[in-house]
């Protein structure tokens, strides 16, 4: 299995991002996918998951901002971080069937 995970980058507080996470060798459609952030220095944090379906649920801190979305044909897992903000700052890992990327890194400057 390898997750590679792109779209990171240093912006300022109000820009968006469009993170993706390409995924192969692993039958994508079959499991529940999700983004994490770790923040310097910090444990990792569920940023939002979906499970096969398409439901979707987000931490409080990011609902309203972030959209977790999926493309089972092209084995593709994306989030668009809009109003980003320096607490957003971390490096953002893609988990598809409990399967890391190596990360992302976003910095959000005020």
């Known amino acids: 299995v390898q997750l590679q995970a792109s779209g990171g980058g240093s912006v300022q507080a109000g820009r968006s991002l469009r993170l993706s996470c390409k995924a192969s060798?692993?039958?994508?459609?079959?499991?529940?996918v999700g983004w994490y952030r770790q923040p310097p220095g910090k444990q990792r944090d569920l940023v939002a998951r979906?499970?096969?379906?398409?439901?979707?649920d987000y931490a409080d801190s990011v609902k309203g901002r972030f959209t977790i979305s999926r493309d089972n044909v092209r084995r593709t897992l994306n989030l668009q971080v809009n109003n980003l903000k320096p607490e957003d700052t971390g490096v953002y890992y893609c988990?598809?069937?409990?399967?890391w990327g190596r990360g992302t890194l976003v910095t959000v400057s005020s």
């Open positions: 988990d598809i069937g409990q399967h």
């Open positions: 979906m499970i096969s379906s398409g439901n979707a």
């Open positions: 060798g692993i039958n994508f459609r079959l499991y529940a």
